[in-house]
């Protein structure tokens, strides 16, 4: 399966059980968002996800295949495994959820060749279409990873031996690095994996969430919505969640174990978020103005919605 580092690097040196222990100690104690990557010579990698310090997730890959572990089985594997070249990075909540969807993306288009004198053409040709793609690129010594989605600034992940970039927007080292040709395969949204469904789910919460401030803010004036929002970090502190609203905009900081995880949070938010309007305009009017905003939503985030029953009941209308 796919990861941006699989590859290990002539600077990587083994190191022993005890002192991997103390890296994932240290991730622990110094509240780290990222991966901590053990890679063996049989092409199997073991990689700790880390979310503020906490554990949310550990794959078994190898170029097969891959496998969710418990803590304490991937404790039991790594002891057992012994000494492991050991690649450390932090990363932001979007690159936790994008190293999830390489892992986890089982159907995949065939791996073009693209010379890199055309590649910039061959990713603007990408981005410009109507559905989201998650690409993977890979050179000898550098690979990353690009989420193209309709509507949305490009996120992507470059790791070279010396260059780690977690960023959205401008991603010109791609094309600009010098290697003659890329390895690129393209990856559509599959709502079977549990990343994808993950990512839809936080695609769905801040549309909902920033559509229903915009209709209420015209319903009930600026500053009942203005009130609400300060309280969204009331809310999100009881869940010890990075989620904030700023001039209308959602940021969400979060990555999740799993989207029943996701879920939980996401419904709980804006569980509060319609017991304030309802109190405000009504629970009539509140409950058809939600529907309304559901109706004119984009289809995977309906569905994804519906699946996981992401409203309360009424709320859903079809």
């Known amino acids: 399966m796919s990861t941006l580092f699989s590859t290990i690097h002539p600077d990587e040196l083994k190191m022993p059980v005890q002192n991997?222990?103390?890296?994932?100690?240290?991730?622990?104690?110094?509240?780290k968002?990222?991966?901590?990557?053990?890679?063996?010579?049989?092409?199997?990698?073991?990689?700790?996800?880390f979310k503020r310090g906490e554990l949310i997730n550990t794959y078994l890959v190898?170029?097969?295949?891959?496998?969710?572990?418990?803590?304490?089985?991937?404790?039991?594997?790594?002891?057992?495994?012994?000494?492991?070249?050991?690649?450390?990075?932090?990363?932001?909540?979007?690159?936790?959820?994008?190293?999830?969807?390489?892992?986890?993306?089982?159907s995949q288009s065939d791996t073009t060749s693209?010379?890199?004198?055309?590649?910039?053409?061959?990713?603007?040709?990408?981005?410009?279409?109507?559905?989201?793609?998650?690409l993977h690129l890979t050179w000898k010594n550098a690979a990353g990873a690009i989420l193209f989605a309709p509507k949305a600034d490009p996120y992507f992940n470059f790791i070279s031996q010396n260059i780690v970039l977690d960023q959205t927007g401008s991603y010109k080292i791609f094309h600009e690095w010098e290697?003659?040709?890329?390895?690129?395969?393209?990856?559509?949204?599959?709502?079977?994996?549990?990343?994808?469904?993950?990512?839809?789910?936080?695609?769905?919460?801040?549309n909902l969430c920033e559509r229903i401030l915009i209709r209420f803010e015209t319903l009930t004036g600026?500053?009942?919505?203005?009130?609400?929002?300060?309280?969204?970090s009331v809310f999100a502190s009881?869940?010890?969640?990075?989620?904030?609203?700023?001039?209308?905009?959602l940021a969400d900081h979060e990555v999740f174990s799993s989207p029943q995880i996701a879920t939980q949070n996401y419904r709980f938010l804006l569980g509060e978020m319609f017991q304030y309007f309802s109190a405000v305009i009504g629970p009539r009017?509140?409950?058809?103005?939600?529907q309304e905003i559901v109706k004119n939503m984009p289809e995977q985030e309906r569905q994804i919605i519906r699946t996981f029953e992401l409203l309360p009941k009424g709320y859903f209308n079809e």
């Open 285 to 290: 009017l509140n409950t058809a103005t939600v």
């Open 20 to 31: 991997i222990q103390a890296l994932i100690d240290s991730y622990h104690e110094l509240r």
């Open 62 to 106: 190898t170029p097969d295949k891959w496998e969710p572990l418990l803590p304490e089985q991937s404790s039991a594997w790594m002891l057992s495994a012994g000494d492991a070249y050991v690649r450390p990075l932090l990363l932001s909540s979007f690159g936790l959820l994008m190293t999830k969807l390489l892992i986890q993306t089982h």
């Open 33 to 49: 968002s990222g991966v901590i990557r053990l890679g063996y010579d049989s092409e199997k990698q073991l990689c700790f996800l």
């Open 179 to 206: 290697e003659p040709q890329c390895a690129l395969t393209s990856y559509a949204p599959d709502l079977s994996v549990e990343a994808w469904q993950e990512y839809y789910l936080r695609s769905a919460f801040a």
């Open 238 to 249: 009881r869940q010890n969640l990075d989620i904030s609203i700023t001039a209308r905009k």
């Open 114 to 134: 693209v010379p890199q004198n055309q590649l910039r053409e061959y990713l603007e040709m990408i981005r410009n279409k109507p559905e989201a793609t998650l």
């Open 222 to 232: 600026r500053s009942l919505v203005d009130s609400f929002v300060q309280l969204v």
